[in-house]
Every structure is written in structure tokens, then in C-alpha cells.
């Protein structure tokens, strides 16, 4: 029987079939551009193949194809009766996270990796800092995440994917010295990889190594495709790396470029709140408010993001409510937020409504109630989603606030305990 890379069976007799889509599979793995492209070949060398199908869907899911994604899994879920046991539980664990249940999806995860703990398709849905573990709403997601990849290690060695995956792991529960070694050691084996340069990106930006960043991503971004998966994340990083170092001119030309809604392809959620962090990054500083950019932003995520329920992006929603003073939005916002914290269904609990309540004071010019608002969410901050880069945008208004009410002793000790 045929295999995989990572030496799992397959249920098709078709080279061609397998080639393509394991082609596919690391073009997901590594986010470049070409999975959907060689999970199609791979469908029309072997139409019954049901991981192809299922691959597929995850290629369409994570481009925000949501309906197509669902097509293609409905497939993969018809034709794997007849398939394997790992198979039918792979194709089962990245249905339900399609299907919009996280949780089922996560259980199920840690159930199929139990038997097939090198079935990296299966676990890839559950690692990052957007994941069913990064957005679980759990306080304790970042132990969690470096833990659920530490069981997996063993059955990895030096792959490439793992040591990515588990490097941002690594690096997001601070230890660095173990994230820059992994990462390290899967871009020389995968230099390519969309996925491998934001995590190194990470790495530098934890370190305190701005300028390293930045000259490693305007040499590694020319050779990656516009339209691939991470291309306006990265340019996102450049853009902060360049505004940290004071070279606000690179910082905009990366914005204007590759990050504004209108800019480089991106999916819904990084446009919208890479947008917003970085024009409010910009304001923080110093650089003065540019309403006309402001508004495109605002309307586009009013648009992409018309109800709330996803943490990290309601929090980035709120941001643009205050930086366009549209108050009611902020309102409607709140309203719905506790509606879904009294009915259950905000996974990341009241950090998040009263993160939207302290940066409306804050807006308002409320200095010292948005200080207390904002420091009382913080130690749950965590909760929202996201990297502890994006994070940032937390602390770094808290530490406005404090200044703004002319507590400069508070600012300065916050922002030396996230240096440290």
C-alpha cells in the first residue's frame, strides 16, 4: 500500500494520486502556494481518495472558503467508510473543526494522535496561536499548546513541520533559547516555508531583535507569493519590526503595500486585525491619526465581522470603534459580547467585554478608569487568542493610559516586566 511522508498508509493504488497529494499536504503544512492545485490533481487521479477530499477541504477552510471547504469534507466523509481506521478518524478530527465545533475537533485530536501520533495533518488544527488550543478561551492554552507538542516530539525526530509547530509552541511559552534552535533547524531543512518565516519572525520579536527581523524578512519576503497564506502577516511584521526601529517610512510602505484591506490577499481575520494593530501601534507611536485609513478599516471589519464571537477579533473590533469614535458600534459590541458571556457561548470569558469596556474609556479620555479596566484584563489577556506579539497591543495602551493619567512609574514598570 502506498504511504505518505510520514510513512501512514493511503487508501489509493494511484502514484500519481499520492504524489499530489502529498505535494498538497506540505503546500498546507509550510503555507505555500499550491495545495489547491495538486489536491485537485490528486482528486482527478484517484476521484474515490478520500484524504485528498479532506485535505482539500482544510486547504479551502483556511483561506476562509468556508462552503467549499464544507463540499469537499462532505465528500471526504462519504467516501471513507470503505477507508482505513486512521484514515476514517483523520478525515472524522479535521471534519468537526470545519463543521464548527471546536471542541468536538479538539477531543477528537487528542483521540486519533493517541493511535497515529505522526498523522501531522491531524495535529497541525490544533497548534498556533490560532488553533483549536490558541483560541480554546483557556488561561492556560500556552502550557497546554507546548505540552500537547512535547508528547508528539518523539515521533517527529527533525521533521521540518514539527519543529516549526513546536518552536512557536516553544516560543510563546517563553522559552526562547529551545524556540530559536527548533526554528532554526526547520527553515534549513524547509527554507521556503511561509509558515517557518513568521515563527522565526516570532522568535526575533520575543528576543528583542528588531533589526535582525527586519533584515531577515526584506530578504526571505521577495521570493514568496503575494497571494500565499502568510504573505500579509509577515508584511505585518515587517511594518512593526520598521515602526520599533523608528523607520516609520518602511513601516507605512509595508502597510500601503501588503497589509490594508485592498493590499495583499490575506484571509478576513489577519486584515482586519493586522490592520487595526498596526494603524494603532503607529498612533502610539507617535505618528498621527490617519482618519481616511481608519475608516477603510473600520468598514471593512464591520463588514467581514457583522457579529462578535471570535475573541481576538472582537477585541481588535473594538480598537476601531474607538479610533473612528463610533460609539454606538462600541455599544452594540458590549451588548452582544455579555449577551454571549450570560448565555455561554464566549469561550474566553468577561476579559473580553471588559477589555471592550476599557478601551471605550479610553476613547473617551477616562485615563485613570481605562488604566484599571485595562490592567484588570490583562493577566487574562491571554484568553483572547492570538501571540503574545499581538498581544502587545494590550500592554502597550495600558502603558498609554498610565501615562495619559500621569502614572509614568506604572508605565515604565509595566513595559520593563514584558522586556524582561
Known amino acids: 500500500m502506498l504511504e505518505d511522508r510520514y510513512g501512514l498508509s493511503l487508501s489509493t493504488a494511484s502514484a500519481a494520486a499520492r504524489d499530489a497529494y502529498v505535494a498538497g499536504v506540505d503546500c498546507i503544512l509550510a503555507a505555500t502556494v499550491g495545495a489547491e492545485r495538486h489536491l485537485g490533481r490528486a482528486i482527478e487521479a484517484d476521484p474515490a481518495f478520500a484524504l485528498a477530499h479532506a485535505a482539500l477541504a482544510r486547504a479551502h477552510f483556511v483561506v476562509a472558503k468556508v462552503p467549499e471547504a464544507r463540499a469537499s469534507m462532505a465528500r471526504a466523509k462519504e467516501l471513507v467508510a470503505g477507508a482505513t481506521p486512521r484514515e476514517r478518524g483523520h478525515v472524522n ?8 465545533k471546536p471542541v468536538d475537533a479538539l477531543a477528537a485530536t487528542h483521540e486519533h494522535l493517541a493511535g497515529y501520533p505522526r498523522d501531522a495533518m491531524v495535529a497541525n488544527p490544533a497548534t498556533g496561536v490560532f488553533g ?4 480554546s478561551g ?7 499548546q507546548y505540552e500537547f ?7 517527529y525526530g527533525t521533521d521540518w513541520w514539527f519543529d516549526m509547530a513546536f518552536s512557536f509552541a516553544a516560543c510563546e511559552f517563553g522559552r526562547l533559547d529551545e524556540a530559536r534552535m527548533l526554528i532554526e533547524r526547520s527553515m534549513a531543512a524547509n527554507p521556503a516555508s511561509g509558515h517557518g518565516a513568521h515563527i522565526k519572525a516570532h522568535v526575533l520579536y520575543e528576543c528583542g531583535e528588531a533589526g535582525a527581523g527586519l533584515d531577515f524578512l526584506q530578504g526571505w519576503l521577495p521570493g514568496y507569493e503575494r497571494e500565499a497564506l502568510m504573505h500579509c502577516h509577515l508584511s505585518w511584521h515587517v511594518a512593526l519590526f520598521a515602526l520599533a526601529l523608528g523607520r516609520a517610512d518602511e513601516a507605512w510602505q509595508a502597510y500601503r503595500s501588503a497589509v490594508h484591506p485592498g493590499g495583499s490577499w490575506g484571509p478576513p481575520l489577519n486584515v482586519a486585525t493586522d490592520s487595526v494593530s498596526f494603524l494603532w501601534r503607529a498612533e502610539l507611536a507617535g505618528q498621527e491619526r490617519r482618519a481616511d485609513l481608519w475608516r477603510e478599516v473600520h468598514e471593512y471589519t464591520q463588514r467581514a ?15 476601531s470603534c474607538v479610533a473612528n469614535g463610533d460609539t454606538a458600534a462600541l455599544g452594540g459590541l458590549a451588548d452582544e459580547l455579555r449577551n454571549r458571556l450570560s448565555a455561554g457561548r464566549l469561550p474566553a470569558g468577561s476579559v473580553v467585554p471588559l477589555l471592550a469596556e476599557g478601551l471605550g474609556a479610553y476613547g473617551a479620555g477616562q485615563w485613570d478608569r481605562a488604566a484599571e479596566l485595562l490592567g484588570q ?5 491571554v484568553r483572547i487568542g492570538g501571540s503574545r506579539a499581538q498581544r502587545d497591543l494590550v ?3 495600558l502603558a498609554a493610559a498610565y501615562l495619559k493619567a500621569g502614572r509614568g512609574a506604572e508605565a515604565q514598570a509595566l513595559l520593563s516586566q514584558r522586556v524582561a
Request: hydrophobic share 50%; net charge neutral; glycine share 6%.
Open 132 to 135: 483549536l488550543i490558541g483560541f
Open 93 to 100: 478530527a479535521l471534519a468537526f473543526a470545519i463543521e464548527g
Open 305 to 319: 465581522f457583522p457579529k462578535a464571537g471570535i475573541a481576538f477579533v472582537d477585541v481588535h473590533t473594538a480598537f
Open 377 to 381: 484584563a490583562l493577566p487574562e489577556t
Open 138 to 144: 483557556r488561561q492556560e492554552r500556552e502550557a497546554e
Open 395 to 397: 500592554v502597550k495602551t
Open 149 to 155: 507538542l512535547r508528547r508528539l516530539a518523539p515521533s
